[in-house]
């Protein structure tokens, strides 16, 4: 990371309130207004993984993304005992969070030449040619209703000089907010913030510094680029640009999803081969059928993730010579299988350890116009 800024950036970064359950109030009118909580199935409280998303109504009760999900529905019934409106409890529909999120990048890509898709619900995108951030606010004002007319769900907005304290900013007034930090004004906002409002910053990272007592970003610049890089390896230097604000990361507009996967948490920790093979095949079907809806053609790579009861994590990955396509299920689904029999056994598993969770993800996918011109 440089010690340098271009001067007239103006960098937008976009983050959809609360995606998964706002499209599903979207497309569910009965559900507006209740608690929504999507994710694994609770199963009366004894089910198995974690929430996805949480609602803002869901969350005044104290549900949150990455709380187990029998821990929500505990909390879920306490709140309805208090006479609260029950939680609704729905599984994660990616194709339909896929669809309102491929309309919401057409939306920002008719104001801004420069789009760099963060993640399904995120986004970046350059307004520089805007020349002022006045212009520039109020392009982020058509955007967000547009997307509120058309979508029917709220999005947060921040505006800033780079993508790092744009993306803080998204998130100081959300929901449906717009936050402008001018170029003069960084410093003043980033100082008193907790140091966790830092992307990249985890838990881990948080409790060294909580150690050294440094709680906030003006706390965090207290500390030479010299003593971040001792504690945590080249981490700390990016760490240093970022407490003073300096990003001068470019907006990636070609970024797209190069992968699509997904997991499963078991009911009850297992090595049967009948149960595991079931869950396996069905998310192979899953899988495939989005990255048959996803735009792409082909993808090169499957990989496995296995999750043992001690939380022990493993992957595995098969490439292939010649690249898969829409008509290559049977394929994906032997070469899955093939992954997950040495987890059944001594041959990846020598201790016989069970298994809680797997996943199965499709790699560097690509397009058949890729492949024409060489890309």
């Not at 199935?41 to 803002?56: C, E, F, M």
């Not at 300096?246 to 190069?258: A, G, L, Q, T």
């Not at 001690?310 to 595995?316: E, G, L, Q, R, Y």
Request: charged share 30%.
């Amino acid at each position: 990371m440089k010690n340098n800024l271009a001067k007239n950036r103006i960098v937008a970064h976009l983050d959809m309130d609360a995606f998964f359950a706002s499209v599903e109030e979207r497309y569910t009118p009965r559900f507006r207004g209740r608690p929504i909580v999507v994710g694994s199935d609770p199963k009366n409280g004894h089910g198995r993984g974690v929430v996805s998303t949480a609602n803002y109504k869901a969350r005044e009760y104290g549900i949150h993304s990455a709380l187990p999900i029998t821990e929500a529905w505990h909390i879920s019934q306490e709140a309805k005992k208090q006479g609260k409106p029950e939680v609704i409890f729905l599984p994660v529909d990616f194709e339909l969070y896929e669809k309102s999120s491929a309309n919401i990048f057409s939306i920002i890509r008719k104001y801004s030449k420069l789009v760099e898709p963060a993640s399904i619900d995120e986004s970046y995108f350059d307004l520089s040619d805007k020349l002022s951030f006045k212009k520039a606010e109020a392009v982020c004002k058509k955007i967000k209703q547009e997307i509120k007319e058309q979508e029917k769900i709220t999005c947060s907005v921040g505006l800033a000089q780079n993508k790092l304290v744009a993306k803080i900013a998204a998130g100081i007034k959300k929901p449906d907010g717009l936050f402008v930090v001018l170029p003069e004004q960084a410093k003043k906002f980033l100082e008193p913030l907790p140091i966790r409002e830092i992307p990249g910053i985890g838990p881990k990272t948080a409790e060294i510094l909580y150690a050294l007592n440094i709680k906030t970003i003006k706390d965090l610049k207290l500390l030479t680029k010299e003593q971040l890089q001792n504690m945590l390896g080249k981490w700390g230097e990016e760490l240093y640009f970022k407490a003073r604000g300096i990003d001068d990361s470019p907006i990636i507009e070609d970024r797209e999803v190069k992968s699509i996967g997904e997991q499963a948490t078991f009911q009850h920790n297992t090595l049967s081969a009948l149960y595991i093979g079931d869950i396996i095949f069905k998310m192979c079907e899953g899988v495939f059928k989005r990255f048959q809806n996803s735009g792409f053609d082909k993808f090169k790579t499957v990989s496995l993730t296995v999750r043992f009861s001690d939380f022990n994590t493993k992957t595995s990955a098969k490439s292939f010579k010649k690249d898969l396509g829409k008509n290559d299920l049977p394929k994906l689904k032997l070469e899955v299988l093939k992954l997950i029999l040495p987890y059944l056994d001594k041959r990846k598993n020598p201790n016989l350890k069970q298994i809680r969770l797997v996943g199965v993800r499709l790699e560097k996918l690509s397009k058949e116009t890729q492949k024409t011109l060489g890309i």
